[in-house]
């Protein structure tokens, strides 16, 4: 791996690039990773998925240097693609398919940050799942005239936007954010305020009684 960082800042990391000697499969060093079928479904025909996940740890690890070292996060995103061995072409600038991922417009590499920032940030996943569901249960609650705690909402909804935001190490990229929602939409946690007013026309709970309990 190609870096300008040493070992030694490195090694806090949960999963630590640095690690993966060059020519040798994240997966060899990291078995554990298997386990999870996206990490090795492939981001595309001239895209190496190895550098993809050495990429994905440098910038989404809750505890890579680059964050640290790079607060601008589209910068991070170049360093850390430079970094991990993604080649530029004359000009100076990535492939079409490489700027596609780092601007999250690959689905596959989109599904692979969110499992591994869903991965090793439970505690994370888990409060911004619980938030959500107080925000939908008040939701139903308003409209039903249960309750009048239209006040709460706001305040609920920007500590989901900043929980999300800091998940995701200050990637506030719309296209990974929609997609973490998207996942634990298909979890059936209805995070979505478009999707809550489409149920509630069709005369269906939004959250599941499973979920506001």
Request: hydrophobic content about 35%; some cysteine; overall charge negative.
């Amino acid at each position: 791996m190609k870096t300008q960082f040493n070992d030694r800042e490195f090694k806090e990391m949960i999963f630590n690039p640095a690690k993966v000697p060059d020519d040798v499969s994240v997966f060899k060093v990291y078995p554990e990773l298997k386990k999870y079928k996206i990490f090795q479904k492939s981001p595309g025909e001239t895209i190496d998925n190895n550098l993809v996940m050495l990429w994905i740890m440098c910038m989404y690890d809750k505890r890579t240097p680059y964050r640290l070292k790079y607060k601008d996060v589209l910068q991070r995103k170049i360093e850390a693609a430079h970094d991990v061995g993604f080649k530029t072409t004359d000009k100076g600038i990535f492939e079409d398919p490489v700027e596609d991922f780092m601007k999250c417009k690959n689905p596959i590499v989109n599904a692979k940050i969110v499992e591994f920032v869903r991965m090793h940030r439970s505690f994370k996943y888990s409060y911004l799942v619980a938030i959500e569901n107080s925000y939908y249960t008040i939701i139903l609650e308003v409209m039903s005239g249960v309750t009048k705690r239209t006040s709460e909402l706001k305040g609920i909804q920007e500590d989901l936007e900043n929980t999300l935001i800091e998940m995701l190490n200050e990637d506030n990229n719309p296209y990974i954010k929609e997609a973490v929602l998207r996942y634990m939409e298909d979890e059936r946690l209805q995070l979505r305020p478009e999707s809550v007013a489409l149920k509630l026309l069709n005369n269906e709970h939004p959250v599941t009684p499973e979920e506001i309990q």
